[in-house]
């Protein structure tokens, strides 16, 4: 059974700064392209940022030069670091594993951002 435990969210200020981890179970990570996603109230869930096996990223428009996703194929573990954030950023952020034969989600962490 895989699964992907979220974790880092939380309260901050605009302009302010948290860093998302997302453990995973087993091997899935090291075969599996990575991902953050983001869905605020009201609104369709949206992709944040992917890694692929070989540590090519790739960014949605809105988070560019602020987030960076990283991973760690030893700790099992994919980061999301967010700097500069925004009320806008309000969402909760879900990590996903996409293994060669299908998706995995996990439980999604809050992430509030103040302004």
């Known amino acids: 059974q895989v699964q992907l435990v979220e974790s880092g969210g939380g309260l901050v200020q605009a302009g302010g700064s948290l860093r998302l981890s997302c453990a995973a179970s087993?091997?899935?990570?090291?075969?599996?392209?990575m991902g953050w996603y983001r869905q605020a109230p009201g609104k369709q869930r949206e992709l944040v940022a992917l890694?692929?096996?070989?540590?090519?990223?790739n960014y949605a428009d809105s988070v560019k030069g602020r987030f960076t996703i990283s991973r760690d194929n030893a700790k099992n573990t994919v980061y999301l670091q967010m700097n500069s954030l925004k009320p806008e950023d309000t969402a909760v952020y879900y990590c996903?594993?996409?293994?060669?034969?299908?998706?995995?989600w996990g439980q999604g962490t809050q992430v509030t951002v103040s302004s």
């Open positions: 996903a594993a996409h293994a060669p034969w299908g998706d995995y």
């Open positions: 890694v692929t096996r070989e540590g090519s990223t």
């Open positions: 087993g091997s899935i990570l090291s075969i599996s392209t």
